[in-house]
């Protein structure tokens, strides 16, 4: 069987390194679509609409100097063709401009989509090893400033260095072909200069905007790990000590942003002197060629317009390439998590997985999430198909772990997993998933309605659909006394319902799923005894005839299951019913007479308190 080495997720996304011209050729193809012709039209559309004004820009000033030079002879009329032409260049150099970026506003967006949309499945391909090593907020964060930083890229570095470019280029030529070369020298220079003022600087400063970068991250990661946990804070008074937590976080980004800032002053200061330089040098070369008669009038303000025309933009320039290369910062930061390998990957041809009847065997299964640290040992037990088979022991045993590698959430690295007969690792993860419903410990719900977390065991059901699982689950009479019915939000996380509401709307969740094996992890560990015996209920009823793990703390939920393994440092110690298990006075035993002992305290001091 194929092993995969999981060695790169301990690795640190924010290590290794890719350079700008990566960047933009991990970009390119979403521009240039291979399978959207239309979109490859438009590409071409907006690059002839780009050059047109671009000719047209630098045409202007000509025409500009033809009027110049007929307003100066004597006794001529006003050159009115001039100044219409002057007119139309420009009204028709703006609309090349405006039907440039309509042409291209739709490549532009599907780029930033499909990228979007490409980063966040590769997400949820990802092995649940990266998910509990990465923090959502760093992630969260690093996808929204990636495809922003897209957006800026495309509406800048395309249509206006690129442009400016291209206008430099055709300007030094007019210059070199009209007057002398040291016209065209002297802008190119200045130029040149400028660039790699702007270039050399800007590398420098790139260091202090990933400090910015990371630092966010890590105070908006502290912010929103604070307020999804705001009862445990208000639980244990600590709101000071996350404010201070989050200050310091705060404190670490102000010191790389004030880095930021200065070093940006200097930039501008920089940029400020070489085109005051290079503006003053060709100035007085015009002024010396119209004194000594060999440049017009016309000449000078051609001159004059030229340099005018490329220093605004390229003024703009030293903002804009500061942002481009910001945005290729936050780019790679999202890019680097497509990088990330998914560790659980579908073997190559991987058929569906045939359920007949649900059989679930682990043969000799063996795991660590560290190598260096076994979670299960040599792990061996077979749930027969419409059987129920629990499994128990103390905490850090392992028996959540089975749940995980049941889902193949990670890979076995000794033994395998099998359902009727077919090891989990040969076939698809999403065929596998669908014949498995769960009800964990924690029920995380998403921030919508009732309905809508219902109906997440089978998106599109219908109302009576819906309905009838939540009558299974025991929860429907709940619902519809609410004043929102099953259009009541349940909030961040599922917290405007109790413990054991949230637990009848994953049992419903489940229900509606109709899968062939259920696997109850922990189900009913965190509620009070009462609402434990209602659920149990529910899950007895859900569970029939149904292929059933369960994973239980309190032994009393598994009195009535058809076998029952006690684990232990990741070892199986005993196996067998609860009766036999009693009988043989081992480490079941004991751990049923400790929780029976604890449910008669807590019995008797509950009758206390009531008397």
């Given at each position: 069987?194929?092993?995969?080495?999981?060695?790169n997720?301990?690795r640190?996304?924010q290590?290794?390194?890719?350079?700008?011209w990566q960047t933009?050729?991990?970009?390119a193809?979403?521009?240039?679509p291979?399978e959207?012709?239309?979109?490859?039209?438009r590409?071409?559309?907006?690059?002839?609409?780009?050059?047109?004004a671009?000719?047209?820009?630098?045409g202007?000033?000509l025409?500009?100097k033809?009027?110049?030079?007929?307003?100066?002879q004597?006794?001529?009329a006003?050159p009115?063709?001039?100044?219409?032409?002057y007119g139309a260049?420009?009204?028709?150099a703006?609309?090349f401009?405006?039907?440039?970026d309509?042409?291209?506003a739709r490549v532009?967006?599907?780029?930033i989509?499909a990228?979007g949309?490409k980063?966040?499945?590769?997400l949820?391909?990802l092995?649940?090893r990266f998910?509990?090593?990465?923090q959502?907020g760093?992630v969260?964060?690093a996808i929204?400033?990636?495809?922003?930083?897209i957006?800026f890229l495309l509406?800048?570095?395309?249509?206006?260095i690129?442009?400016?470019?291209?206008?430099i280029?055709l300007v030094?030529i007019?210059?070199w072909?009209?007057y002398d070369a040291?016209?065209?020298?002297?802008?190119?220079?200045?130029?040149?200069?400028y660039i790699t003022?702007?270039?050399t600087?800007t590398e420098w400063r790139?260091k202090?905007?990933?400090?910015?970068?990371?630092?966010?991250?890590?105070?908006?990661t502290?912010a929103?790990?604070s307020?999804?946990n705001?009862?445990?804070?208000k639980?244990f008074c600590?709101?000071?000590?996350?404010?201070?937590r989050?200050?310091?976080?705060l404190?670490?980004?102000?010191a790389?942003?004030?880095k930021?800032?200065?070093?940006l002053?200097l930039?501008?200061?920089?940029q400020?002197?070489?085109i005051?330089?290079g503006l003053?040098?060709?100035?007085?070369?015009a002024a010396q060629?119209?004194?000594?008669g060999?440049m017009?009038?016309?000449?000078?303000?051609?001159?004059?317009a030229?340099l005018?025309?490329l220093?605004?933009?390229?003024n703009f320039?030293g903002?804009v390439?500061?942002?481009?290369?910001?945005s290729?910062?936050?780019m790679e930061a999202m890019f680097?998590?497509?990088?990330?390998?998914?560790?659980?990957?579908?073997?190559?041809?991987?058929a569906d997985?045939k359920?007949?009847g649900?059989e679930v065997?682990?043969?000799?299964?063996?795991?660590?999430?560290?190598p260096?640290r076994r979670?299960?040992?040599?792990?061996?037990f077979?749930?027969p198909?419409?059987?129920t088979?629990?499994?128990?022991?103390?905490s850090?045993?392992g028996?959540s772990?089975?749940?995980?590698l049941?889902?193949?959430?990670?890979?076995?690295?000794?033994?395998?997993?099998?359902?009727d007969?077919?090891?989990i690792?040969q076939?698809?993860?999403s065929?596998l998933?669908?014949?498995?419903?769960?009800v964990?410990?924690d029920?995380v719900?998403?921030?919508?309605?009732?309905?809508?977390?219902?109906a997440?065991?089978k998106?599109?059901?219908t109302q009576d659909e819906?309905?009838?699982?939540a009558r299974?689950?025991?929860?429907?009479d709940f619902?519809?006394?609410?004043p929102?019915g099953?259009?009541?939000?349940v909030?961040?996380?599922g917290l405007?319902?109790s413990?054991g509401?949230k637990?009848?709307?994953a049992?419903?969740r489940?229900i509606?799923?109709r899968p062939a094996?259920?696997?109850?992890?922990?189900?009913?560990?965190a509620?009070?005894?009462?609402?434990?015996?209602e659920?149990?209920?529910?899950?007895?009823?859900?569970s029939?005839?149904r292929?059933?793990l369960v994973i239980a703390?309190?032994l009393?939920?598994v009195?009535?299951s058809?076998e029952i393994?006690v684990?232990d440092k990741?070892?199986?110690?005993?196996?067998g019913r609860h009766?036999?298990?009693?009988?043989?006075?081992g480490?079941?035993?004991?751990m049923?007479?400790?929780q029976?002992?604890?449910?008669a305290l807590?019995d008797?001091l509950e009758?206390?308190?009531v008397?």
């Amino acid at each position: 069987m194929r092993r995969r080495d999981p060695s790169n997720y301990w690795r640190n996304p924010q290590t290794g390194s890719r350079n700008d011209w990566q960047t933009l050729r991990t970009l390119a193809p979403y521009l240039w679509p291979a399978e959207q012709p239309m979109l490859r039209l438009r590409v071409v559309i907006a690059v002839i609409f780009l050059a047109l004004a671009k000719l047209i820009t630098v045409g202007v000033p000509l025409i500009y100097k033809q009027a110049i030079d007929a307003l100066g002879q004597p006794m001529i009329a006003v050159p009115l063709g001039l100044l219409v032409a002057y007119g139309a260049a420009r009204t028709l150099a703006g609309l090349f401009a405006e039907a440039r970026d309509i042409a291209f506003a739709r490549v532009g967006q599907a780029a930033i989509r499909a990228v979007g949309l490409k980063v966040f499945r590769h997400l949820h391909r990802l092995a649940l090893r990266f998910h509990l090593d990465r923090q959502t907020g760093g992630v969260s964060r690093a996808i929204e400033r990636g495809t922003k930083g897209i957006e800026f890229l495309l509406n800048f570095m395309l249509f206006n260095i690129l442009p400016t470019l291209l206008e430099i280029g055709l300007v030094t030529i007019v210059l070199w072909q009209m007057y002398d070369a040291r016209f065209a020298l002297v802008t190119f220079g200045t130029i040149a200069l400028y660039i790699t003022y702007t270039l050399t600087v800007t590398e420098w400063r790139t260091k202090f905007r990933r400090a910015m970068n990371e630092t966010d991250s890590e105070a908006s990661t502290k912010a929103i790990d604070s307020l999804l946990n705001f009862e445990t804070v208000k639980y244990f008074c600590n709101e000071a000590h996350e404010a201070e937590r989050y200050d310091r976080a705060l404190g670490r980004y102000e010191a790389a942003a004030v880095k930021s800032k200065v070093t940006l002053a200097l930039l501008n200061m920089g940029q400020g002197a070489i085109i005051a330089l290079g503006l003053t040098v060709v100035m007085i070369m015009a002024a010396q060629g119209v004194a000594d008669g060999s440049m017009t009038m016309g000449d000078f303000v051609l001159v004059n317009a030229y340099l005018v025309q490329l220093y605004l933009p390229l003024n703009f320039l030293g903002f804009v390439y500061r942002e481009i290369k910001q945005s290729l910062t936050d780019m790679e930061a999202m890019f680097r998590l497509l990088e990330q390998n998914a560790e659980i990957r579908d073997e190559d041809g991987a058929a569906d997985l045939k359920v007949n009847g649900g059989e679930v065997r682990f043969q000799a299964v063996s795991f660590g999430y560290d190598p260096e640290r076994r979670i299960l040992d040599n792990v061996d037990f077979t749930v027969p198909a419409g059987r129920t088979v629990a499994i128990v022991g103390p905490s850090g045993a392992g028996k959540s772990t089975i749940s995980r590698l049941l889902f193949r959430f990670y890979d076995v690295t000794g033994g395998w997993i099998t359902i009727d007969g077919q090891d989990i690792r040969q076939v698809t993860q999403s065929s596998l998933r669908a014949a498995i419903g769960i009800v964990p410990q924690d029920t995380v719900l998403f921030n919508d309605t009732i309905r809508y977390n219902i109906a997440y065991g089978k998106p599109g059901a219908t109302q009576d659909e819906i309905e009838a699982a939540a009558r299974l689950a025991r929860i429907h009479d709940f619902v519809v006394t609410l004043p929102a019915g099953y259009d009541t939000r349940v909030g961040e996380r599922g917290l405007k319902l109790s413990g054991g509401e949230k637990q009848r709307v994953a049992i419903a969740r489940t229900i509606l799923k109709r899968p062939a094996i259920l696997l109850f992890d922990e189900a009913t560990s965190a509620l009070d005894t009462h609402t434990e015996k209602e659920i149990q209920a529910s899950l007895r009823e859900v569970s029939k005839d149904r292929t059933t793990l369960v994973i239980a703390h309190r032994l009393s939920t598994v009195v009535d299951s058809d076998e029952i393994i006690v684990l232990d440092k990741g070892r199986i110690v005993e196996r067998g019913r609860h009766p036999d298990l009693l009988a043989a006075d081992g480490a079941y035993a004991a751990m049923w007479r400790k929780q029976q002992e604890a449910a008669a305290l807590r019995d008797r001091l509950e009758t206390e308190l009531v008397e």
